[in-house]
């Protein structure tokens, strides 16, 4: 869910209305998206659960109404625009939820605000004024990223670090330097003298910092397991990551059983051309 | 196996088309082995996100300051 449409009764600030819609539209607002409904840009793709007017179960309205005025009671020496005028720097937590309909009970003991607060919008002087209402829909991250819950995702494999030659003593120590914490740990052999094993290469960079050093060189092997993939997903605050994760799998599936069903009229389709 | 090619490729990135091509030896049929790789694509994601919930639910692992982890409900995995 993110703003979509914004109707800018009064904008006497320096941004543009175009450039702050754009801003406003790349705020992550902070509702389960899966309670709502998609709102349908054209009567042709309305359906019944995909209306084209606003209702409450497709629209979240919200309001936004800043004026910036000077202030009195600032020392005559201030220079900071904080101290100086009040509401000068327009942030994210100035939007405020308007329920519509129903939302106001679905949504009490959790009501609907942006993830962050402090997202800087715009900035505003004296006698310069906003007031404007937000209309935020559902939609995709393929249409526009400001839709998509995900912040980075990323994927690598697990690093292989093979010791191929033991390395003792203060060569050991050294070796573990040369790696971040955890990944090489130190333990006394039989014979008492300290032994460089590999504890943790989850936590590898792959930095390769072991190669500068000219005696480390032969000793030691850095690949990666071909078939360990170790994931990133890193949320924008909408959903947790973990929750994305799994509405992923599901999406996975539905596009699996769409191309089946489609295959499987394709064949007797097929069928039919050949006899 | 039984399969001599496989490939897919995107002849424009902006139109939402993808040419998929499967060659087989001729002991089976290029539909099949699609229906096929679909049916275990939908499996592999099953149970890794099986598995994913049942890890999840043990609780072994850390949370993070500020960051939030929200177990749901598993629903039903629909089978055709």
Redesign the interface.
Same mark, same amino acid.
């Given at each position: 869910m993110a703003i979509e449409t914004v109707y800018m009764y009064l904008n006497t600030g320096i941004m543009h209305d175009e450039v702050m819609s754009h801003r406003l539209g790349l705020i992550p607002i902070k509702v389960d998206p899966r309670k709502f409904q998609f709102k349908a840009p054209s009567k042709e793709l309305a359906g019944p659960e995909c209306d084209i007017s606003h209702t409450d179960r497709n629209t979240i309205v919200f309001n936004l109404n800043i004026k910036c005025t000077k202030n009195l009671k600032a020392l005559p020496n201030s220079v900071h625009p904080n101290d100086k005028y009040i509401n000068s720097s327009v942030t994210s937590g100035m939007l405020e939820w308007v329920p519509n309909g129903a939302q106001g009970d679905v949504f009490k003991d959790d009501p609907i605000r942006v993830v962050n607060t402090n997202i800087l919008i715009t900035k505003l002087r004296p006698d310069q004024e906003i007031n404007a209402e937000l209309h935020c829909q559902k939609g995709i991250g393929r249409e526009h990223a400001k839709w998509s819950p995900v912040a980075t995702a990323s994927y690598r494999l697990l690093p292989d670090i093979q010791i191929l030659e033991p390395i003792t003593g203060t060569d050991a120590e050294k070796f573990q330097t040369l790696f971040p914490d955890g990944v090489v740990k130190l333990v006394k052999n039989s014979k008492g003298i300290l032994v460089a094993k590999i504890d943790n290469p989850r936590k590898d960079t792959m930095s390769r910092e072991v190669l500068r050093h000219k005696e480390f060189e032969k000793k030691v092997r850095l690949t990666r397991i071909r078939d360990h993939f170790i994931f990133n997903i890193e949320s924008t605050g909408v959903l947790p990551a973990n929750v994305l994760f799994e509405e992923a799998c599901k999406k996975l599936v539905e596009k699996c059983r769409l191309v089946k069903h489609a295959a499987q009229n394709a064949r007797t389709t097929v069928a039919q051309y050949n006899q | 196996p039984n399969v001599d090619f496989c490939g897919y490729s995107l002849p424009h990135p902006s139109e939402s088309k993808m040419h998929m091509r499967i060659q087989t030896d001729g002991t089976v049929s290029a @539909?099949d082995v699609?229906?096929k790789g679909?049916?275990d694509? #939908?499996e592999l @994601?099953?149970h #890794?996100?099986n598995i994913?919930?049942q890890r999840?639910e043990e609780g072994n692992f850390e949370v993070e300051e500020g960051?939030?982890? @929200?177990? $749901?409900e598993?629903d039903d995995?629909m089978d $055709?």
């Open positions: - | @539909v699609l229906n679909l049916d694509l #939908i @994601v099953n #890794i996100r994913f919930h999840s960051a939030e982890f @929200v177990l $749901e598993l995995l $055709e």
